[in-house]
C-alpha cells in the first residue's frame, strides 16, 4: 500500500506543489492494475525525474518506466496507463462520464490491459451508498449456480482481470505435480528385497570367518522421472507464458529435477532461476536472464539447440517433456519436423501444449503445426485452470505412456 503522506518525502523537484500528488496517484492507479508498486518506486522515479528535462515527454515516460517497472511483462500495461493517467491525471474523477460519452458508440472489443485499466481507474469512485435491505421472502431457488471459484476454472487466462490472475495463481500454487515412480538402474538395501545382493552377502560372511549366515537382499530404486518443459514467450504468447511460468515455478519448488526453458527467438535455460522460493525474486531473475520476452519466434532452432547442447544432460531416465507453443514459427517449418521427432525420441513422453485449443473450430493450418503435430505423443489445450488440473491427472496416471501420433 502507498502510504497518502508519500508525496510529502519525494525530493523537491519532482514533489513540489502538483507533481507529487499526480506521481503517488499514478502509482496507486498502477497498484491497483496489478504491477507492484510501491514507495520504493514512487521515490526512485521522483529521483530520476530530476535528472532529466521534465518537459520532454520521452525522457518523462523512459524515465519513470526504467525506475517503476522490473518486468518485461509490465512494460505494456505500464504503457497503457502512463499514456491515460498523464494524458489526463483526473481521469479517475471524470470515468463515470467518459463512460457515458463512449456509451453512445459501438466500441470495439476491450483488450486485457484496456480492462484492466478501467477497472483500476474505476477505483477512484466512490461507491453508492447500498439502499436499505427489504425483509428477505420465503422463496425456493431452483435454478443452478456457479461459484466463483468454478467460474475462475474455465476462464480464459488472456480474458481475466489483474485480480482474477492474482486469484489464478493462488490455485496454480495448489497444484500438486505427483510424476508417476520408475524404476531406475540403482538398488537399495532391502532385507525383503526381491532381488539378492551376492557382494553384500559376501561381505557380511567375511565378517563372520567366511560363514554366511544371511542372504542379503536388495530393492530397485524407484522414483519419478524428470520433467523437462520448453516454454514459448514470444508476443503471440506473452499473456499465457506470464501466468503459465508461475505454474512452472510452482512444480519446480514442489518436487525435484525439473527443467525449464524458454526461447522465442533464442533458448535459455531458467531453470536456477526457477528454484527461488520467493516467487517475486524468481521472476526478477527470470526477466534478467530473458532477453527475447515478446518477440519472434523461431521453434525449428531453439529445438534444434537444445537437443544438441542439453538432451544429453536433462532426458535421461524417461524424462516427460513439455511444449509450449502455439506452434506460429516466424521461419516457417524450416527443420521443425527434424527438430521435433529427434525431441520425441529423446524422451519417453513429448506433450505439447497448445493455447489455440481452446477454440472449439481449430484446424492444424499453419506450416509449423502440421509440422509437428505428427512427432508428438500427445496435444493438449492449455488455456486456463481446468487445463492445467486436466494435465496433472494425465502425468500422474501410471497407464498412461507413448500414445503414438497424434492425429
Not at 490491459?113 to 451508498?129: H, I, N, V, W, Y
Not at 554366511?212 to 514470444?234: E, G, N
Request: proline share 7%; aromatic share 6%.
Amino acid at each position: 500500500m502507498i502510504p497518502p503522506k508519500t508525496a510529502m518525502l519525494l525530493p523537491s523537484h519532482a514533489g513540489g506543489g502538483a507533481m507529487g500528488n499526480n506521481l503517488v496517484a499514478f502509482g496507486r492507479l498502477l497498484r491497483r492494475a496489478g504491477l507492484p508498486i510501491g514507495p520504493a518506486e514512487l521515490l526512485a522515479g521522483a529521483a530520476a525525474l530530476e535528472a532529466i528535462e521534465i518537459g520532454d515527454k520521452a525522457q518523462f515516460h523512459a524515465a519513470l518506466r526504467a525506475t517503476m517497472v522490473h518486468k518485461h511483462e509490465h512494460f505494456f500495461l505500464f504503457d497503457h496507463a502512463f499514456s491515460l493517467f498523464w494524458r489526463d491525471p483526473e481521469a479517475g474523477a471524470h470515468a463515470a462520464a467518459m463512460a457515458l460519452m463512449d456509451g453512445m458508440k459501438e466500441q470495439p472489443k476491450p483488450t486485457p490491459a484496456s480492462r484492466r485499466m478501467a477497472e483500476a481507474l474505476q477505483g477512484d469512485k466512490p461507491k453508492p451508498p447500498r439502499p436499505p435491505e427489504e425483509p428477505p421472502e420465503d422463496r425456493i431457488d431452483m435454478t443452478f449456480t456457479v461459484s466463483e471459484r468454478e467460474r475462475l476454472q474455465t476462464m480464459d487466462f488472456e480474458a481475466m482481470s489483474a485480480a482474477e490472475l492474482n486469484a489464478a495463481k493462488k490455485e496454480i500454487r495448489r497444484l500438486v505435480l505427483p510424476l508417476d515412480a520408475r524404476p531406475t538402474r540403482r538398488f537399495r538395501p532391502d532385507h525383503a528385497g526381491p532381488y539378492t545382493d551376492l557382494r553384500a552377502t559376501i561381505r557380511e560372511g567375511l565378517r563372520t570367518g567366511g560363514e554366511i549366515m544371511d542372504i542379503s537382499r536388495r530393492r530397485r530404486v524407484v522414483r519419478p522421472p524428470p520433467l523437462v518443459a520448453l516454454c514459448d514467450i514470444s508476443g503471440s504468447m506473452a499473456r499465457y507464458a506470464q501466468i503459465l511460468v508461475h505454474f512452472l515455478h510452482a512444480v519446480a519448488n514442489d518436487r525435484d529435477r525439473v527443467h525449464t526453458f524458454l526461447f522465442g527467438t533464442r533458448l535459455t535455460n531458467v531453470t536456477r532461476q526457477l528454484k527461488y522460493r520467493d516467487a517475486e525474486v524468481a521472476f526478477e531473475m527470470v526477466a534478467h536472464a530473458v532477453p527475447d520476452w515478446s518477440g519472434g519466434t523461431r521453434i525449428g532452432e531453439s529445438l534444434e539447440l537444445f537437443n544438441k547442447a542439453w538432451s544429453r544432460r536433462v532426458l535421461g531416465q524417461g524424462a516427460v517433456v513439455l511444449l509450449i507453443t502455439d506452434g506460429l514459427d516466424r521461419e516457417g517449418a524450416k527443420g521443425l519436423a527434424e527438430a521435433t521427432d529427434r525431441l520425441r525420441k529423446s524422451c519417453r513422453r513429448l506433450i505439447w501444449l497448445n493455447p489455440l485449443l481452446r477454440y472449439a473450430g481449430f484446424q492444424p493450418k499453419s506450416q509449423g503445426i502440421r509440422a509437428m503435430l505428427p512427432h508428438v505423443d500427445e496435444f493438449r489445450p492449455v488455456h486456463n485452470l481446468a487445463s492445467l488440473r486436466d494435465l496433472v491427472a494425465v502425468l500422474s496416471d501410471p497407464r498412461a505412456g507413448r500414445m503414438g501420433s497424434a492425429a
